[in-house]
Protein backbone atom coordinates (compact mmCIF):
# COMPACT_ATOMS: atom_id res chain seq x y z
CA UNK A 1 0.00 0.00 0.00
CA UNK A 2 2.97 2.40 -0.38
CA UNK A 3 3.73 2.91 3.54
CA UNK A 4 6.56 3.02 5.02
CA UNK A 5 7.36 0.93 7.81
CA UNK A 6 8.56 3.53 10.25
CA UNK A 7 4.87 5.59 9.05
CA UNK A 8 3.00 2.38 9.84
CA UNK A 9 4.47 1.87 13.44
CA UNK A 10 3.70 5.36 13.86
CA UNK A 11 0.32 5.32 13.28
CA UNK A 12 0.19 2.11 14.75
CA UNK A 13 1.23 3.27 18.16
CA UNK A 14 -0.10 7.02 18.06
CA UNK A 15 -3.13 7.34 20.85
CA UNK A 16 -6.75 8.30 20.24
CA UNK A 17 -7.21 11.69 20.07
CA UNK A 18 -9.38 13.79 22.77
CA UNK A 19 -12.53 13.61 20.85
CA UNK A 20 -12.36 9.82 19.90
CA UNK A 21 -11.73 8.90 23.45
CA UNK A 22 -14.86 10.88 24.61
CA UNK A 23 -17.04 9.35 22.01
CA UNK A 24 -15.56 5.85 23.02
CA UNK A 25 -16.41 6.90 26.59
CA UNK A 26 -20.27 7.95 25.55
CA UNK A 27 -20.60 5.19 23.41
CA UNK A 28 -19.76 2.90 26.40
CA UNK A 29 -22.92 4.90 27.90
CA UNK A 30 -25.60 4.65 25.26
CA UNK A 31 -24.89 1.34 24.91
CA UNK A 32 -25.91 0.66 28.61
CA UNK A 33 -28.73 3.04 28.09
CA UNK A 34 -29.71 1.19 24.33
CA UNK A 35 -29.14 -1.85 26.35
CA UNK A 36 -31.53 -1.65 29.64
CA UNK A 37 -34.01 -0.51 27.64
CA UNK A 38 -33.81 -3.91 25.23
CA UNK A 39 -33.20 -1.73 22.33
CA UNK A 40 -37.07 0.46 22.44
CA UNK A 41 -35.18 3.97 23.09
CA UNK A 42 -34.28 5.46 19.59
CA UNK A 43 -31.70 8.44 20.66
CA UNK A 44 -34.43 11.17 21.57
CA UNK A 45 -34.90 8.73 24.47
CA UNK A 46 -31.29 7.73 25.22
CA UNK A 47 -30.46 11.04 24.99
CA UNK A 48 -33.01 12.59 27.51
CA UNK A 49 -31.98 9.38 29.65
CA UNK A 50 -28.55 10.28 29.62
CA UNK A 51 -29.48 14.05 30.97
CA UNK A 52 -31.32 12.79 33.47
CA UNK A 53 -28.24 10.93 34.87
CA UNK A 54 -25.80 14.51 34.53
CA UNK A 55 -24.46 14.07 31.24
CA UNK A 56 -23.79 17.08 29.43
CA UNK A 57 -23.83 15.95 25.67
CA UNK A 58 -25.83 17.24 22.45
CA UNK A 59 -28.60 15.25 20.74
CA UNK A 60 -27.04 14.87 17.31
CA UNK A 61 -24.00 13.65 18.66
CA UNK A 62 -25.92 10.82 20.81
CA UNK A 63 -28.37 10.54 17.14
CA UNK A 64 -25.29 10.30 15.09
CA UNK A 65 -22.71 7.50 16.93
CA UNK A 66 -26.12 5.21 17.14
CA UNK A 67 -26.57 5.17 13.31
CA UNK A 68 -22.84 4.93 13.36
CA UNK A 69 -22.91 1.85 15.56
CA UNK A 70 -26.05 0.18 14.22
CA UNK A 71 -28.37 1.09 17.33
CA UNK A 72 -31.70 2.21 16.87
CA UNK A 73 -35.29 1.97 17.87
CA UNK A 74 -37.86 -1.47 17.44
CA UNK A 75 -39.88 -0.68 14.17
CA UNK A 76 -43.61 0.25 15.32
CA UNK A 77 -45.91 -2.70 13.41
CA UNK A 78 -50.29 -1.12 13.91
CA UNK A 79 -52.57 -3.99 13.82
CA UNK A 80 -56.23 -2.58 13.07
CA UNK A 81 -58.89 -3.68 15.06
CA UNK A 82 -61.46 -5.80 12.84
CA UNK A 83 -64.95 -3.38 12.49
CA UNK A 84 -67.94 -4.95 14.12
CA UNK A 85 -71.45 -2.89 13.99
CA UNK A 86 -74.33 -3.31 16.56
CA UNK A 87 -76.53 -0.36 15.73
CA UNK A 88 -79.10 -1.86 18.57
CA UNK A 89 -76.85 -1.00 21.10
CA UNK A 90 -76.25 2.98 22.30
CA UNK A 91 -73.87 5.03 21.51
CA UNK A 92 -72.97 7.95 23.42
CA UNK A 93 -71.40 11.67 22.57
CA UNK A 94 -67.60 12.63 22.88
CA UNK A 95 -67.63 14.59 25.87
CA UNK A 96 -63.58 14.92 26.00
CA UNK A 97 -64.06 17.45 23.82
CA UNK A 98 -65.95 19.67 25.71
CA UNK A 99 -64.26 19.21 29.17
CA UNK A 100 -60.28 20.99 30.19
CA UNK A 101 -57.72 18.37 29.78
CA UNK A 102 -57.27 16.26 33.42
CA UNK A 103 -55.25 18.00 36.16
CA UNK A 104 -55.07 15.27 38.82
CA UNK A 105 -55.14 11.17 38.77
CA UNK A 106 -58.35 9.90 38.47
CA UNK A 107 -60.26 12.43 36.36
CA UNK A 108 -60.13 10.70 33.17
CA UNK A 109 -59.40 7.25 31.76
CA UNK A 110 -59.32 5.53 28.67
CA UNK A 111 -59.69 1.93 27.69
CA UNK A 112 -59.67 0.10 24.72
CA UNK A 113 -59.14 -3.74 23.14
CA UNK A 114 -56.40 -4.39 20.41
CA UNK A 115 -55.70 -7.26 18.71
CA UNK A 116 -52.63 -9.65 19.35
CA UNK A 117 -51.65 -12.56 16.87
CA UNK A 118 -50.79 -15.61 18.81
CA UNK A 119 -49.85 -19.14 16.89
CA UNK A 120 -52.44 -19.06 14.19
CA UNK A 121 -55.04 -17.06 16.03
CA UNK A 122 -55.68 -13.72 17.63
CA UNK A 123 -56.41 -12.91 21.13
CA UNK A 124 -57.55 -9.79 22.55
CA UNK A 125 -55.66 -7.14 25.42
CA UNK A 126 -57.99 -4.57 27.17
CA UNK A 127 -56.56 -1.84 29.17
CA UNK A 128 -57.52 1.23 31.07
CA UNK A 129 -55.23 4.13 30.94
CA UNK A 130 -55.25 7.49 33.32
CA UNK A 131 -55.01 10.10 30.55
CA UNK A 132 -53.36 12.20 33.34
CA UNK A 133 -50.26 10.41 33.42
CA UNK A 134 -50.48 8.12 30.76
CA UNK A 135 -50.13 5.41 33.35
CA UNK A 136 -51.65 1.50 32.30
CA UNK A 137 -54.38 1.48 35.17
CA UNK A 138 -55.32 -2.40 34.74
CA UNK A 139 -54.98 -5.01 32.04
CA UNK A 140 -56.70 -8.04 30.98
CA UNK A 141 -56.18 -10.58 28.16
CA UNK A 142 -58.57 -12.75 26.71
CA UNK A 143 -58.80 -15.11 23.87
CA UNK A 144 -62.63 -14.30 23.76
CA UNK A 145 -63.55 -10.33 22.83
CA UNK A 146 -66.93 -9.68 24.43
CA UNK A 147 -67.96 -7.85 27.14
CA UNK A 148 -66.88 -9.46 30.54
CA UNK A 149 -63.31 -8.87 28.63
CA UNK A 150 -63.78 -4.86 28.91
CA UNK A 151 -65.69 -4.92 32.14
CA UNK A 152 -63.24 -7.22 33.87
CA UNK A 153 -60.15 -4.58 32.98
CA UNK A 154 -62.69 -1.81 33.86
CA UNK A 155 -63.62 -3.60 37.31
CA UNK A 156 -59.41 -3.96 38.21
CA UNK A 157 -58.99 -0.84 37.56
CA UNK A 158 -61.45 0.50 39.94
CA UNK A 159 -60.06 -1.77 42.29
CA UNK A 160 -56.92 -1.07 42.39
CA UNK A 161 -57.92 3.07 42.39
CA UNK A 162 -61.33 3.75 43.52
CA UNK A 163 -62.03 7.16 41.89
CA UNK A 164 -64.50 9.57 43.27
CA UNK A 165 -67.98 10.00 41.10
CA UNK A 166 -67.98 11.60 38.10
CA UNK A 167 -65.13 10.04 36.92
CA UNK A 168 -64.92 10.23 32.89
CA UNK A 169 -64.30 7.36 31.08
CA UNK A 170 -63.23 7.16 27.32
CA UNK A 171 -63.94 4.62 25.09
CA UNK A 172 -64.08 4.07 21.27
CA UNK A 173 -67.47 2.64 20.12
CA UNK A 174 -66.94 -1.17 20.37
CA UNK A 175 -69.93 -3.18 21.39
CA UNK A 176 -68.09 -4.64 24.66
CA UNK A 177 -67.95 -0.94 26.10
CA UNK A 178 -72.13 -0.56 24.65
CA UNK A 179 -72.97 -3.57 26.50
CA UNK A 180 -75.74 -3.64 29.16
CA UNK A 181 -73.20 -4.74 31.65
CA UNK A 182 -70.50 -2.71 30.62
CA UNK A 183 -73.23 0.12 31.29
CA UNK A 184 -74.62 -1.14 34.08
CA UNK A 185 -71.40 -1.13 35.54
CA UNK A 186 -70.33 2.80 34.74
CA UNK A 187 -73.95 3.61 36.09
CA UNK A 188 -73.73 2.29 39.39
CA UNK A 189 -69.85 3.77 40.32
CA UNK A 190 -71.35 7.03 38.99
CA UNK A 191 -69.06 7.03 35.77
CA UNK A 192 -69.39 9.92 32.73
CA UNK A 193 -69.02 7.40 29.57
CA UNK A 194 -67.45 9.33 26.23
CA UNK A 195 -67.26 7.58 22.93
CA UNK A 196 -65.51 8.29 20.01
CA UNK A 197 -67.23 9.90 17.16
CA UNK A 198 -67.95 7.76 14.10
CA UNK A 199 -64.83 6.84 12.14
CA UNK A 200 -62.37 9.10 14.51
CA UNK A 201 -60.03 6.77 16.08
CA UNK A 202 -57.52 9.65 16.90
CA UNK A 203 -60.09 10.69 19.81
CA UNK A 204 -58.53 7.53 22.02
CA UNK A 205 -55.24 8.73 20.39
CA UNK A 206 -53.27 7.69 24.09
CA UNK A 207 -54.90 4.26 24.05
CA UNK A 208 -53.72 4.17 20.20
CA UNK A 209 -50.29 5.18 20.95
CA UNK A 210 -49.75 2.95 23.63
CA UNK A 211 -50.75 -0.24 21.76
CA UNK A 212 -48.59 0.86 18.76
CA UNK A 213 -45.98 1.42 21.04
CA UNK A 214 -46.66 -2.03 22.81
CA UNK A 215 -46.56 -3.68 19.34
CA UNK A 216 -43.39 -1.75 18.33
CA UNK A 217 -41.05 -2.66 21.63
CA UNK A 218 -42.68 -6.10 22.39
CA UNK A 219 -44.63 -7.99 19.69
CA UNK A 220 -42.90 -6.70 16.67
CA UNK A 221 -40.54 -9.62 15.50
CA UNK A 222 -41.54 -12.12 18.49
CA UNK A 223 -43.60 -15.03 18.22
CA UNK A 224 -45.66 -16.44 21.23
CA UNK A 225 -47.08 -19.77 21.72
CA UNK A 226 -48.56 -20.04 24.82
CA UNK A 227 -51.45 -17.05 26.32
CA UNK A 228 -49.25 -17.76 29.69
CA UNK A 229 -46.05 -16.94 28.08
CA UNK A 230 -47.59 -13.98 26.51
CA UNK A 231 -49.60 -13.01 29.07
CA UNK A 232 -45.61 -12.99 31.41
CA UNK A 233 -44.09 -10.88 28.71
CA UNK A 234 -46.90 -8.19 28.85
CA UNK A 235 -47.03 -7.92 32.80
CA UNK A 236 -43.39 -7.61 32.47
CA UNK A 237 -43.31 -4.89 29.73
CA UNK A 238 -46.42 -2.83 31.40
CA UNK A 239 -45.82 -3.22 34.87
CA UNK A 240 -41.75 -3.12 34.89
CA UNK A 241 -41.10 -1.01 32.07
CA UNK A 242 -43.95 1.14 30.70
CA UNK A 243 -45.09 2.30 33.94
CA UNK A 244 -42.04 2.98 35.90
CA UNK A 245 -39.18 2.95 33.71
CA UNK A 246 -40.02 4.23 30.14
CA UNK A 247 -39.74 8.02 29.09
CA UNK A 248 -42.85 9.45 27.70
CA UNK A 249 -42.07 12.45 25.37
CA UNK A 250 -45.65 13.73 26.56
CA UNK A 251 -44.80 14.27 30.19
CA UNK A 252 -41.33 15.81 29.83
CA UNK A 253 -39.76 12.72 29.56
CA UNK A 254 -40.60 11.09 32.90
CA UNK A 255 -42.48 8.12 33.73
CA UNK A 256 -46.27 7.23 34.09
CA UNK A 257 -45.18 7.07 37.79
CA UNK A 258 -42.92 10.06 38.27
CA UNK A 259 -44.72 11.82 36.29
CA UNK A 260 -47.64 11.29 39.09
CA UNK A 261 -45.66 11.63 41.96
CA UNK A 262 -44.45 15.04 41.24
CA UNK A 263 -48.13 16.60 40.37
Known sequence: MKV?????????????????????????????????SKG????????????????????????????????????MRVYRRMSKRRD????????????EKPVAVNQQWSSDVTYIKLGRKYVFLAVVLDLFSRRIISWRLDESLNAALAKG??????AARRPEAGLLFHTDRGTEYRA???????????VRHSMNRPGQCTDNAEVESFFKTLKGELLHATSFVTMRQLRKH???????????????????YRTPIEFEGIN
Open 180 to 190: QKTQAFLNQNS
Open 4 to 36: SRSGYYAWANRKPGLRATENAELLLKIRRVYDS
Open 88 to 99: ELKALPNHRLSV
Open 40 to 75: RYGSPRVYQALRREGEQVGENRVARLMQEWGMKARV
Open 234 to 252: IKDYIEGFYNSHRLHSGLG
Open 153 to 158: ALREAF
